[in-house]
């Protein structure tokens, strides 16, 4: 680029900035309209990826447990692995011996005295052997279970416990849905708001300098120079509102930071916000760009007749 | 260095503003263009500064035709060509000096370079000590003065100004006269729309008569009124 182009871009950059300075209150309400549009996307954005991670968090963590009765010899058991080992649907099965349970158990209650005390005085192992199944994916577990209740083996099970998990995983994912479809389609009604916005900004300032243009022109204005202004003050309506709408989620997870604490891995939604500042920052300033550039351009295309 | 061969004008709704009119104007001339308000005048002076682009006919600048420019270059045609205007058209949120200094920076020369020429320019018209004043704290004569050093500031082949004492009182309006003379003393080719006789008189310069549309008069050390016409209305006077 050559010295003369510099030149020109410095001084188109700051008319811009001029203009958007110049506007007060009209600045700040389309900066404000923006922003919310802004906001209400990147809400629902960091709502869907953080609850896809809680989702994810719980779903490695569940299983179906087979408990067999005690009079089960454990090659026995370890022949029904074999055989589940076939099903396509079950990612692992782990085999957790009764001796294993109790030494897990007592591992859990924190070799808690009066708990070995109680296991000491019941003398036999009162848990059962098992078989911990992992599916690969939560909705093939009642396949799973219903194959082992009709299977050969059915009279040798105690009992199979994942019903609870599969009914909070369902409502779970049924709220990620509902949340990422009210967010997006509000999101993209305020984005349409805010472009209409932000043009009818520039197109008041357009309206402002009409009588204007002509000078530029008869002083030996480019077009391209006397279109620039308008379309740095849009950028600088996205670029603005990208910086509120980061304040305004930095305290929004800070809100929410003690509800969220523990349901994410690495700690609450803050922790997320922080550790994800430069993409969020970076996203949102590109978005704000975007969203300028396209209403000034509009306006532009509209109504700069030169 | 100015031509006009077989030029007309006709605006939307069959409105003819010029109707071939063939003219040719050297490098240094003073020309008074005179004429009734709507007798082309104004779009004659359009056409040169290619605000307008003639229906027929060839405008040409220095041998090239304006038609051959791109859009995209006229800009750059635009600063052979200094503007001035009845009504000033001076931004109103600009001082005098920006005002100047915005021709400049439009066409991206540098600031020491803007910082040193403005000020020599105002200082021509006579308007370095009222600089900082914008358009709204200055008199007519005075907005005109910085039209003028606005119009210089590119260093001009031709100054195009349509009726630019328009507004002003008798006193400004020789002022401004005298402006152009003197730049037109150091080579610039002045055109000149003018409904003002005195001045047109005193110029003594080539006077151009345009009346619906047609060049219907062209002298040299010409007067506001021709000879003929003067006659006639001699004439109908002493009838009456």
């Not at chain 1, 609850?51 to 963590?61: C, F, P, R, T």
């Not at chain 2, 001035?84 to 100047?100: H, I, M």
């Not at chain 2, 619906?212 to 004439?235: C, E």
Request: contains cysteine; aromatic residues 8%.
């Amino acid at each position: 680029m050559t010295n003369t182009k510099i030149k020109k871009l410095q001084r188109t950059f700051k008319e811009g900035l001029d203009n958007f300075k110049r506007n007060g209150w009209l600045s700040f309400a389309t900066v404000s309209v923006l922003a919310i549009s802004l906001y209400i996307i990147s809400v629902t954005l960091i709502i869907g990826v953080a609850s896809n991670m809680v989702l994810k968090n719980v779903q490695d963590k569940i299983n179906v447990s087979v408990y067999f009765n005690s009079d089960i010899e454990d090659a026995k058991i370890q022949e029904i692995k074999e055989k589940l080992g076939s099903f396509q649907e079950i990612k692992s099965i782990e085999f957790v011996s009764k001796e294993k349970a109790l030494e897990q158990f007592k591992k859990l209650s924190n070799n808690n005295p009066s708990i070995t005390q109680a296991l000491d005085e019941i003398g036999d192992n009162p848990l059962l052997s098992a078989l911990v199944i992992k599916a690969k994916s939560p909705e093939q577990y009642e396949i799973i279970t219903k194959a082992i209740e009709s299977s050969v083996f059915a009279q040798d099970v105690n009992k199979i416990d994942y019903v609870e998990n599969k009914t909070a995983i369902e409502r779970l994912q049924s709220i990620i849905k509902l949340v990422e479809q009210v967010g997006l389609t509000l999101g993209i009604a305020f984005i349409f708001i805010g472009v209409l916005i932000t043009f009818n900004a520039i197109r008041l300032t357009m309206y402002a300098h009409k009588q204007e243009f002509e000078i530029m022109r008869l002083v030996g204005a480019s077009n391209t120079y006397i279109k620039m202004p308008f379309l740095f003050e849009g950028i600088f309506y996205g670029i603005s509102s990208a910086f509120v709408v980061m304040l305004t989620l930095f305290g929004t997870s800070k809100f929410l930071a003690p509800i969220t604490q523990g349901s994410i891995a690495g700690g609450d939604i803050l922790d997320f916000y922080l550790h994800n500042f430069l993409l969020i920052f970076a996203g949102l300033l590109i978005a704000g760009v975007i969203l300028g550039t396209l209403s000034a351009t509009i306006a532009i295309r509209r109504y700069l007749k030169i | 260095m100015l031509k006009f061969e077989n030029v007309s004008k006709i605006y939307p709704g069959d409105f003819v503003a010029l109707e071939d009119v063939n003219l040719t104007i050297e490098q240094g001339e003073f020309v008074s263009i005179i004429g009734h308000s709507g007798a082309g005048k104004s779009t004659l002076l359009k056409l040169l500064y290619a605000e307008e682009q003639p229906t027929n006919g060839v405008v040409s600048f220095n041998e090239r035709s304006l038609d051959s420019i791109n859009r995209k270059h006229l800009p750059f045609y635009r600063r052979n060509v200094g503007t001035v205007f009845q009504d000033f058209k001076l931004l109103p949120q600009k001082t005098a000096y920006e005002n100047v200094a915005y021709a400049l920076e439009v066409a991206g020369e540098s600031d020491e370079d803007i910082a040193e020429m403005v000020p020599e320019i105002l200082d021509i018209v006579g308007m370095s000590s009222k600089m900082s004043k914008y358009p709204r704290q200055l008199s007519g004569g005075e907005q005109q003065r910085v039209c003028m050093a606005r119009a210089l500031v590119h260093n001009p082949l031709v100054i195009i100004a349509d009726e630019p004492t328009g507004n002003l009182d008798p006193t400004s309006t020789w002022e401004i006269v005298q402006l152009l003379v003197k730049i037109n003393s150091l080579g610039t080719t002045i055109l000149l729309a003018t409904h003002n006789k005195v001045i047109v008189d005193k110029l003594n310069r080539r006077v151009i008569e345009i009346d619906d549309g047609k060049i219907v008069r062209d002298t040299q050390n010409g007067k506001y009124t021709s000879v003929r016409a003067h006659n006639n209305s001699k004439a109908e006077i002493q009838a009456i």
